[in-house]
């Protein structure tokens, strides 16, 4: 078993209107998003970035058009990069010279370089919301929203939706909600907490109950992957913490030219497997893993862990379950106990994957 902090850390960091009450409306808010935004790929020589008239600490840049767009955080970021020049130095310097920095990066001291542009019209003007390389591949926020409403309806009436309180059912506020979305990336959390699998032998040979529960989540301006995350899950607490997780399973997959083609060959299969999913195909698949013996656990383990790390699951296994491991099934439940154990949220998700590769292979 595991702890998932991931939706803590969404609840903890986002501001109220980065929070939705409903998959709908998330979904609605970054249709109207996608539909004022535009993208194109130009020479970095036809970006110029400008000072501000009366504000000498801000910023614009205008295009071939002329025409000024104001910069996020994000994108400010992204073009001092491009520009090689440290973006907290620049931030620091009054506008004047900040934007000579800027320019001189990106007109004189480089070679022509290619950029792809994000730009998004508001009441107040255009934003540029990205800059990033030529063969950034973009999936839009919506195409996501889209594909989970399709498939879970409002994300708070159905059988997936925002994660109740200690297994109790809750009113959807902004202060408990798991569905967020700002100008820089999305992420949602929905859990079927009502139709619950018993799984025998859940601890110490005592039967419990376990609920389904994934994480999608999302950049259209390059600040994340996308990815999906499945798990199984004991309950979800007041701050968004998922405790005992076990059989996570991730997809991650980069913003590159081909992302497009991997969102529809992974990602929305995930999606429509996870939306088609009942109790009884994973407790079945349980089943399956725990009817499959290991005669050499050593033997067996070394095959995807180091020497010390197959001692560490093996005793981890141990230390959770009084027994040792005979089972696939027991050795998925090791790996995913060893991995607790691991500080770096990256390197625990890839152990916890090669335990939900296992019960795949049952």
């Known amino acids: 078993m595991t702890t998932l ?42 970006l110029q970035a400008l000072p501000v008239d009366g504000d000498h600490k801000a910023l614009v840049v205008a295009g071939p058009n002329g025409k000024p767009a104001t910069l996020s955080n994000w994108s400010f970021g992204q073009l001092a990069a491009r520009a090689g020049a440290p973006a907290g130095y620049l931030r620091g310097l009054p506008a004047p010279m900040a934007a000579d920095c800027l320019n001189f990066g990106l007109q004189v001291s480089r070679d022509i370089e290619d950029v792809g ?15 990033t390389g030529p063969q950034y591949g973009r999936i839009w926020n919506s195409d996501i929203t889209g594909a989970l409403v399709d498939r879970f309806g409002d994300g708070v009436s159905g ?9 109790r059912a809750v009113d959807v506020s902004k202060a408990n909600t ?25 601890r110490d040979g005592q039967p419990g109950q376990m609920a389904r529960g994934f994480f999608v989540w999302n950049s259209e301006v390059g600040s994340s992957t996308l990815g999906i995350s499945t798990f199984l899950f ?24 081909s992302v497009n083609d ?71 439940t090791g790996i995913t106990a060893y991995a607790r154990g691991i500080s770096h949220q990256d390197s625990r998700v890839q152990v916890e994957r090669e335990a939900g590769k296992l019960l795949e292979a049952a």
């Open 262 to 332: 991997r969102w529809l060959e992974e990602v929305v299969p995930a999606i429509q497997s996870y939306a088609n999913g009942t109790a009884s195909s994973v407790v079945r698949a349980i089943e399956d893993a725990r009817a499959v013996r290991i005669d050499n656990v050593a033997e067996f383990l070394a095959k995807r862990f180091t020497k010390s790390q197959s001692s560490q699951i093996i005793a981890a296994h141990l230390e959770d379950e009084g027994r040792p491991i005979e089972s696939l099934w027991d050795a998925a």
């Open 117 to 131: 542009i994000l730009l998004t019209a508001g009441d107040g003007g255009a934003e540029l919301r990205a800059v």
């Open 234 to 257: 004991d309950y979800v607490c007041s701050n968004r913490i998922v405790w005992g997780a076990e059989q996570v399973k991730e997809v991650r997959i980069r913003h590159t030219a």
């Open 178 to 202: 798991t569905l967020f979305a700002s100008d820089r990336d999305m992420f949602v959390f929905l859990a079927d907490e009502k139709n619950r699998i018993e799984i025998p032998n859940r």
């Open 5 to 46: 902090t991931q939706a803590n850390q969404q609840w903890s960091s986002r501001p109220a209107d980065e929070r939705f009450l409903s998959l709908t409306a998330l979904h609605e808010s970054v249709t109207q998003s996608r539909a004022r935004s535009a993208s194109r790929t130009i020479s970095s020589r036809k």
């Open 159 to 167: 059988d997936f939706r925002v994660p109740g309180e200690f297994g």
